[in-house]
Each structure stands twice: as structure tokens, then as C-alpha cells.
């Protein structure tokens, strides 16, 4: 887990701690000790064991984009390129209408997606110069083969691959977020994550009952 999601968590502990104390005099009195509290350090770093008054006070409002969350913006653009790639062949090739309404879904939300990300580097000094050259990293990326695979299939044959592959993506998709949420920085990328795993979960377990 990363400081950022630690923070909040750890501010209403003290500030549950500070409640429930009696009156001023009592506060003023009491010493500044409490529970100790695990913050685990950035990557690379061990973490430490702090009171609770010193985790607050290290408590920092600073969400400066790190480069796990560089990185999980350049992947993750080129990561839903592909899917909308694959789900562009589903309104020709696919049977199912329920596959066909899936893949209208996918890209629904993943497009916007794309662009939300894009603004995310601009706003934040990245670029995408070393897009193209994750492929082979990104976990849940169809191989070029398995793409000519699904671009001549049709009917059912397309639909069960189109799943298969789909899954995967959005495994893939799933463990990029998680890892991002636990190595990041900022924010925002934080909750475009959250959003990644809640709504490819649900797709996911979607695409099995298929």
C-alpha cells in the first residue's frame, strides 16, 4: 500500500484518538502517545514503525506524480488501445449479441479513458516516447498472432477467442493497477486505478458467465 492511501487513514485514527479524551485539561496533560503505526517505505526503502503523532506529522498533501505513475499512464493508454483494437471486430465478426453489447461497453468507457490519461501526461510534463516499447511487458497484451488469430475468426470461433483474450487483457489491466496503487504517487492516478480494478473486475466475471 502506498503512503498516499495510508495517509487518510492514519489522520483519522489520531483524530479518533483526540475525541476521546476528556476535557482541555485533560488533553493538555495527557502525553503524546498512542498506537504505533506501520508506514511502509517508497520503493526500495524499508518501512517504519512510528507513533501515531509521528505518522501525522509526516503526513504530506504532496502527490507529485512519480514514475510508476509516468509509466502506468504510458502503458495503460497503449494497454486500452489494443482492447478497443479487438473490440472494433466484434460488430462484423462476433454472433453473440451479448459479446457485441460487451465490446460496445469496452470501448464506451475506455475510450475516454485514453483521453483522460493523454491530458493526465500533458498536464504533468510526460510525454509518450517510449510507447511501443512496452508490449512485451504489459501483462494481458495480446500477441500479434493471436490478433490475426481474432481478425479471422467469425461467428462463435470469434467469440470464444474474443473472451479468452478479453479476460486476459483485463487481468492484465487489473495487476498494472494494483501495482501502480501500491508504487505511485498521485492521485489521480490512484483513483483512475481504483476504477480500472472495479470495473474490469465486474467485466471479467461478466465475460465468464459468457
Known amino acids: 500500500m502506498s503512503r498516499r492511501l495510508i495517509t487518510a487513514s492514519v489522520t483519522v485514527a489520531v483524530l479518533a484518538l483526540g475525541g476521546c479524551t476528556g476535557s482541555d ?11 504505533s503505526v506501520i508506514a511502509p517505505g517508497k520503493p526500495g526503502e524499508a518501512a517504519e514503525t512510528l507513533s ?26 497503449e494497454h486500452h488501445r489494443q482492447a478497443i483494437e479487438m473490440t472494433e471486430l466484434a460488430p462484423k465478426r ?39 516499447h512496452h508490449h512485451d511487458v504489459m501483462p494481458g497484451m495480446a500477441s500479434d498472432t493471436q490478433l490475426k488469430t481474432l481478425r479471422a475468426a467469425k461467428g462463435a470461433a470469434f467469440d470464444e477467442l474474443f473472451l ?30 481504483d476504477d480500472v480494478i472495479a470495473q474490469q473486475t465486474t467485466e471479467i466475471s461478466r465475460m465468464r458467465e459468457m
Open 94 to 132: 462476433a454472433k453473440s449479441t451479448q459479446v457485441k453489447r460487451l465490446a460496445e461497453r469496452i470501448s464506451a468507457s475506455q475510450g475516454p479513458e485514453v483521453k483522460t490519461m493523454e491530458a493526465w501526461l500533458k498536464n504533468h510534463g510526460g510525454d509518450r516516447k517510449s510507447e511501443g
Open 25 to 35: 485539561d485533560d488533553t493538555k496533560s495527557a502525553p503524546a502517545t498512542g498506537p
Open 164 to 193: 479468452k483474450l478479453m479476460i486476459t487483457h483485463h487481468n492484465g489491466a487489473i495487476t498494472m493497477a494494483t501495482d501502480v496503487l501500491s508504487q505511485g504517487n498521485n492521485i489521480q492516478i490512484g483513483e483512475m486505478a
Open 52 to 77: 501515531a503523532k509521528d505518522a501525522a506529522e509526516q503526513r504530506s498533501d504532496d502527490d507529485t506524480p512519480n514514475s510508476a505513475d509516468l509509466d502506468y499512464a504510458r502503458m495503460m493508454i
